[in-house]
């Protein structure tokens, strides 16, 4: 009896290790971001945090704090950068730091979304990052759209000779307004939030915006015409500390490296449908989407092409990106 009596101490004794085991507490990861809910970046961070969750078998909890609530972007990718955060959401912010980065954001440089996620999902993506977790003290884990550009204005545009001497609102950087110079128009660097004062006082005659941005604000109620130039696809992708990601156990390297991937596929598939459901709410408001002749498209791909050269003196390996990227058309 004095035997059994042990035996079943010892179990008891290792079924509450097992059970306080199974119940520790989960792993917090806090991940940044900049856009409000329901934006495919804070889609993508949300569903981040399921996958791993599930894979994990609950030991990760990604909280995740969208609309700039740690922040602005360039403070929470520098406490990205500390280990203060583990994680966030951007886009070509961080190319300050490797300067191949904004390559991301080329003008012209792809054709449709299947296009552009070959590249994302092969060697594009592998090149635009090579180096930058050394430099950065960041990994990029994945790449998903956010939408392309496409230009709203108060008149048809029908050919590159519309756009001459157009005054369109473009974001202050240096890629875009020099895009936007390659194109003839009379580019104005502002703040998102001052374009619609701006086009109700005419200081502008228009700009550009994702489909889903397009909607949301409802721009075309003062910008009715909306061409479907799809001249810069804006990128994102989530980020983690490099020391914390190496830090992480192999099999639960493998859990990140998986769900950054399954997120990333599940914006790319749901952007499709967020541009379908804008440009009928576009139609039903009164707004009209065009889309450009074959000749208006060669003229905007010749000057994305122009506006190349800004890579070409701080990109070393500018060349095998394009290279790559155009590997990836469909011939």
Same mark, same amino acid.
């Given at each position: @009896?004095?035997?059994?009596?042990?035996?079943?101490?010892?179990?008891?004794?290792?079924?509450?290790?097992?059970?306080? %085991?199974? $119940?520790?507490?989960? *792993?917090?990861?806090?991940?940044?971001?900049?856009?409000?809910?329901?934006?495919?970046?804070?889609?993508?961070? $949300?569903?981040?945090?399921?996958?791993?969750?599930?894979?994990?078998?609950?030991?990760?909890?990604? #909280? *995740?704090?969208? %609309?700039? #609530?740690?922040?602005?972007?360039?403070?929470?990718? !520098?406490?990205?950068?500390?280990?203060?955060?583990?994680? %966030?959401?951007?886009?070509?912010?961080?190319? !300050?730091?490797?300067?191949?980065?904004?390559?991301?954001?080329?003008? @012209?440089?792809?054709?449709?979304?299947? $296009?552009? =996620? =070959? !590249?994302?999902?092969? &060697?594009?993506?592998?090149?635009?990052?090579?180096?930058?977790?050394?430099?950065?003290?960041?990994?990029?884990?994945?790449?998903?759209?956010?939408?392309?550009? $496409?230009?709203?204005?108060?008149?048809?545009?029908?050919?590159?000779?519309?756009?001459?001497?157009?005054?369109?609102?473009?974001?202050?950087?240096?890629?875009?307004? %020099?895009?936007? &110079?390659?194109? /003839?128009?009379?580019?104005?660097?502002?703040?998102?939030?001052? *374009?619609?004062?701006?086009?109700?006082?005419?200081?502008?005659?228009?700009?550009?915006?994702?489909?889903?941005?397009?909607?949301?604000?409802?721009?075309?109620?003062?910008?009715? #015409?909306?061409?479907?130039?799809?001249?810069?696809?804006?990128?994102?992708?989530?980020?983690?500390?490099? !020391?914390?990601?190496?830090?992480?156990?192999?099999?639960?390297?493998?859990?990140?490296? #998986?769900?950054? &991937?399954?997120?990333?596929?599940?914006?790319?598939?749901?952007?499709?449908?967020?541009?379908?459901?804008?440009?009928?709410?576009?139609?039903? /408001?009164?707004?009209?989407?065009?889309?450009?002749?074959?000749?208006?498209?060669? /003229?905007? *791909?010749?000057?994305?092409?122009?506006?190349?050269?800004?890579?070409?003196?701080?990109?070393?390996?500018?060349?095998?990106?394009?290279?790559?990227?155009?590997?990836? &058309?469909?011939?």
């Amino acid at each position: @009896m004095k035997r059994l009596g042990i035996f079943f101490l010892a179990l008891a004794v290792f079924s509450f290790g097992v059970a306080a %085991n199974t $119940h520790a507490a989960p *792993v917090v990861i806090k991940m940044a971001g900049m856009k409000p809910e329901g934006e495919p970046e804070t889609i993508g961070m $949300h569903k981040f945090g399921e996958i791993l969750k599930k894979l994990s078998n609950g030991k990760y909890e990604v #909280q *995740v704090f969208p %609309n700039s #609530q740690l922040g602005k972007e360039d403070a929470y990718i !520098a406490n990205t950068r500390k280990g203060t955060i583990q994680m %966030n959401a951007t886009g070509t912010q961080v190319s !300050a730091m490797h300067p191949a980065m904004a390559m991301l954001e080329t003008p @012209m440089l792809f054709e449709n979304l299947d $296009h552009a =996620r =070959r !590249a994302m999902e092969g &060697k594009t993506f592998e090149l635009i990052n090579a180096g930058f977790p050394e430099k950065s003290g960041l990994r990029m884990l994945n790449a998903f759209p956010l939408g392309f550009r $496409h230009f709203y204005s108060k008149k048809p545009l029908k050919s590159m000779n519309d756009l001459k001497g157009l005054k369109m609102r473009v974001p202050n950087i240096p890629l875009y307004v %020099n895009f936007a &110079k390659e194109c /003839g128009i009379s580019g104005q660097p502002m703040p998102f939030a001052e *374009v619609p004062a701006a086009l109700d006082q005419g200081v502008i005659d228009g700009g550009d915006s994702p489909f889903a941005d397009i909607a949301a604000l409802k721009m075309y109620e003062i910008t009715p #015409q909306i061409t479907m130039s799809g001249h810069i696809l804006i990128i994102h992708g989530l980020f983690i500390n490099e !020391a914390f990601y190496q830090g992480l156990p192999a099999q639960d390297k493998t859990w990140v490296d #998986q769900a950054a &991937k399954e997120s990333a596929d599940y914006v790319w598939n749901a952007i499709a449908e967020i541009e379908k459901k804008a440009i009928k709410e576009i139609g039903e /408001g009164g707004g009209t989407v065009s889309v450009p002749s074959k000749e208006f498209r060669d /003229g905007m *791909v010749e000057a994305g092409k122009r506006s190349w050269k800004l890579f070409y003196d701080t990109v070393p390996n500018a060349q095998a990106i394009l290279d790559s990227a155009e590997a990836y &058309k469909t011939k």
